[in-house]
């Protein structure tokens, strides 16, 4: 019975985390998108990563 109900617990609480990651990423492509339409730049905070093994 305790299982049972950690494992719901651990399923809401999986729920939780990928509903707030998912309005976390729809939020950074809106704000991405409008300030791409002001004329506004985006810069990275870290240097973009290079492929290992480059076609």
Do not use: F, K, W, Y
Not at 26 to 42: F, I, M
Request: hydrophobic letters at 40%.
């Amino acid at each position: 019975m305790q299982q049972r109900l950690l494992g719901q617990c651990l399923d809401a609480a999986a729920t939780a985390t990928a509903t707030a990651i998912a309005a976390l990423h729809h939020d950074n492509t809106l704000l991405r998108q409008e300030l791409a339409a002001s004329g506004s730049r985006v810069t990275p905070l870290r240097p973009p990563t290079t492929p290992r093994n480059p076609a």
